[in-house]
């Protein structure tokens, strides 16, 4: 079973940039496709982006395409997210997941592991 820890989040302004930190243990980190999902106040979890196992492939939400890249060091067990040019609506709770079924867009009830979810605050 793969344990998921995330990092990096905290206060930002609006036009900013952060990178959030995965760092996962107990499983082959290679195996799992991986990504991150985010729930701002008051509303549900959605997807932001996934990377495939090699991390030749990526895929990302409309709403952060072009702002938001998603990157993995299989060698760390370690994935990331640059967020750049935030927005006050990027505000969230912030989960790295992962999973072993062949989509990059997986149900929420297909994710193997969910982390604990660390928060991401943008300013206006």
């Known amino acids: 079973q793969v344990q998921l820890v995330e990092s990096g989040g905290g206060l930002v302004q609006a036009g900013g940039s952060l990178r959030l930190s995965c760092a996962a243990s107990?499983?082959?980190?290679?195996?799992?496709?991986m990504g991150w999902f985010r729930q701002a106040p008051g509303k549900e979890r959605e997807f932001v982006g996934a990377?495939?196992?090699?991390?030749?492939?990526?895929s990302y939400a409309d709403s952060v395409k072009g702002r938001f890249t998603i990157s993995r060091d299989n060698a760390k067990n370690t994935v990331y997210l640059q967020m750049n040019s935030l927005k006050p609506e990027d505000t969230a709770v912030y989960y790295c997941a992962s999973w072993s079924i062949g989509t990059m867009t997986p149900p929420q009830n297909r994710v193997n592991a969910w982390g604990q979810g660390i928060l991401v605050t943008v300013s206006s």
């Open positions: 990377i495939s196992w090699s991390g030749g492939t990526t």
């Open positions: 107990g499983g082959t980190f290679s195996r799992y496709l």
